[in-house]
């Protein structure tokens, strides 16, 4: 079965420090990859997502993705977070062919002032 | 605009009731879903439905029952509620049947305690 894997459970780090957070899948045909957010109290929003085409995926609010498929890698990158990016970070895989979704287990980022 | 709406935000309830969760969206979209996410934050697909017609039903338990009068609405009844139901539900939409290119667009959302 294909499965999403989320390594950091926790991050905490200070404003303006980069951040990276770290997806694996394990299906080795072709997919498509995704990372939602989810703020405080508020519902799963689309961060950035990747079909084809360039790797390095950009998203909303400065985040990037690099989708390496050698690695069947999709980490997340900013490179100087804010306060109000403290949140859950879910990344989500699914197989070109398929119709559904497979999320990560999620990573919670507590960014300090 | 709400897009996708989900009612109650919360739900309390003792076990053995039976309850349901209603979801709304006014996106147009012809498939919907129902996913749970676990004390642990594990988000899980539990069913979509298509137009009406269900096209995913992993395996839960059949005290689940989604219904979907029409295709902008998925609600979700829960008979005979357990402890382990506690979880936070949500439901999310996307335009056709998911696939590349698609996106899904979640609701806020029911957190659900069974005392």
């Known amino acids: 079965a294909q499965s999403v894997s989320q390594h950091n459970h926790h991050v905490i780090l200070s404003e303006a420090a980069s951040l990276e957070l770290g997806c694996n899948y394990s299906?080795?045909?072709?997919?498509?990859l995704f990372w939602y957010v989810q703020y405080p109290g508020q519902h799963l929003q689309l961060l950035l997502k990747?079909?084809?085409?360039?790797?390095l995926v950009k998203g909303i609010k400065g985040f990037e993705a690099e989708f390496i498929k050698s690695k069947f890698s999709f980490n997340l990158r900013k490179p100087s977070v804010q306060w109000s990016d403290t949140a859950e970070y879910f990344c989500?895989?699914?197989?070109?062919?398929?119709?559904?979704?497979?999320f990560g287990g999620g990573t919670r980022v507590l960014v300090k002032p | 605009d709400t897009a996708v709406s989900q009612t109650p935000k919360y739900l309390v309830t003792q076990m053995g009731n039976d309850k349901s969760i209603k979801c709304e969206q006014n996106?147009?979209?012809?498939?919907m879903y129902w996913y749970k996410q676990d004390s642990k934050k594990f988000l899980k697909i539990m069913f979509s439905?298509?137009?009406?017609?269900?096209?995913i039903n992993e395996t839960v338990p059949n005290r689940f029952s989604p219904k979907s009068p029409d295709k902008a609405h998925l609600n979700l009844h829960i008979n005979s509620l357990e402890l382990g139901d506690s979880a936070v539900y949500f439901c999310?939409?996307?335009?056709?049947?998911?696939?590349?290119?698609?996106?899904?667009?979640f609701g806020p959302g029911t957190r659900l305690l069974v005392l």
């Open positions: 299906y080795g045909g072709t997919v498509n």
């Open positions: 439905y298509n137009n009406k017609e269900l096209i």
């Open positions: 989500a895989v699914i197989r070109a062919a398929g119709n559904k979704l497979t």
């Open positions: 996106l147009g979209h012809d498939t």
């Open positions: 999310a939409s996307s335009l056709h049947t998911l696939r590349p290119q698609e996106t899904q667009y």
């Open positions: 990747y079909f084809s085409g360039d790797p």
